[in-house]
């Protein structure tokens, strides 16, 4: 799981985003909480009531209709948030283009669920957007974080401050969506079936593959990179996974940030039995299965610059004697010495290693498949 640096809440937040109410004003609270439950499904009917995780696949990731994504942090008992949703939110203008142009993601915001608030929107959508909420101000609240997906990365496109008027806000929205429509074509999602890697609380739905000519250049490159010819190639699959590539972009953005450098990445080796490579695709690659060809040096994922090495671990389908090899990029970052006794990176680096073309990584945000190699 990410850890997330966030700045204690203000003292004065008792007195704005969540308001306390003395017993005679219970009855009334609750009633209006009600009513405003009512108002969210009948006005805004692209509220999305999913994990946020879902909610991506719904929206910046749908592989038929995709829509930007609107993250509306509030507390329903912020009198704040009761004048927002009056005047701006519900507004035949904001309401109507939220509905027919975005989809819209809600977290109710209170001072107990704050940090997991910060922790869930940084492990799914990255630390630019849980930045926006550590560092606004209470009187800005509620908010609207408008999301866009462009060229493999989340980015937000703008945010409505509860302050702001209708027709500020409806401006906004209007630009979010321009901005949307002129993005980069996303990857093909189609068949998207969400699992989950509980270990690292990360989320990945599965891969798509697709078979590469062998007539193309792209086939005569990657078997070039496999083992200088295409000679004991059966064939190579292309792997498309937006949600793991928009993932392992975040965290390479964070490991560049923080050494001064985009040199950070590798293209790796992985062999492993031949059933297990479409597990990796479909599921990550799994915690529980570590140490099984050892942990000489540390309890992690294994890679190698060599596919010779890899060969090793490839074991073969029994029927058909074929082996399989993933082709994955890695972020390297700053590596060190790894040893048997490691479970994690020591403070401040990024994978351990052994010989001088062994690599270990710890998660699979460092890790990004790119080609699924069928060989004999």
């Known amino acids: 799981m990410t850890e997330v640096q966030s700045n204690d809440m203000p003292s004065t937040i008792n007195e704005n985003l969540f308001t306390m109410f003395d017993d005679s004003k219970i009855l009334e609270q609750e009633e209006l909480c009600y009513e405003l439950a009512n108002q969210y499904s009948a006005t805004l009917t692209s509220l999305d009531q999913e994990s946020l995780d879902q909610t991506l696949l719904n929206s910046l990731f749908n592989s038929t209709n995709p829509q930007p994504l609107v993250l509306y942090i509030h507390n329903d008992q912020s009198i704040a948030t009761q004048i927002f949703n009056e005047t701006v939110l519900w507004s035949e203008s904001v309401g109507t283009y939220l509905t027919a142009q975005f989809v ?4 109710n915001l209170t001072k107990e669920n704050y940090h997991e608030l910060l922790t869930t929107v940084v492990t799914h959508v990255g630390e630019e957007v849980g930045a926006v909420i550590d560092s606004s101000l209470i009187e800005t ?4 974080i408008c999301l866009i997906f462009d060229r493999g990365v989340i980015k ?6 509860g302050t702001m008027s209708e027709s500020e806000a409806f401006s906004l929205l209007i630009e979010t969506r321009d901005a949307f429509d ?4 996303l990857p093909d999602t189609t068949g998207l079936s969400l699992t989950t890697i509980s270990t690292e ?6 891969s798509v593959l697709t ?8 086939f005569r490159r990657v078997a070039a990179d496999f083992d200088d010819g295409a000679s004991s190639i059966v064939e190579i699959h292309r792997i498309d996974n937006t949600v793991w590539l928009m993932q392992y972009l975040n965290q390479k953005k964070m490991i560049d940030n923080r ?3 985009d040199a950070t990445e590798k293209l790796l080796f992985h062999g492993c039995p031949y059933a297990s490579a479409e597990q990796i695709l479909n599921n990550g690659f799994d915690h ?9 040096y540390g309890h992690g994922f294994y890679f190698s610059a060599s596919r010779i090495v890899s060969d090793r671990y490839a074991l073969p389908d029994p029927l058909t004697n074929e082996k399989r090899i993933l082709m994955c990029r890695v972020l390297i970052g700053r590596s060190c010495q790894g040893n048997p006794t490691m479970r994690t990176c020591p403070s401040n680096y990024d994978s351990t290693t052994g010989e001088s073309n062994i690599h270990i990584v710890y998660s699979n945000r460092h890790v990004l498949p790119e080609y699924l190699i069928t060989y004999k």
């Open 201 to 206: 609380n990360w989320s990945v739905p599965a």
């Open 156 to 161: 937000v496109e703008s945010i409505i401050q």
């Open 211 to 218: 078979k590469v000519n062998t007539e193309s250049g792209e």
């Open 141 to 144: 609240y509620p908010l609207l």
């Open 259 to 261: 050494i001064g450098d």
């Open 182 to 185: 002129s993005r980069f074509d």
């Open 104 to 107: 819209l993601w809600s977290w």
């Open 288 to 296: 529980l299965r570590i140490g099984r060809n050892g942990t000489y």
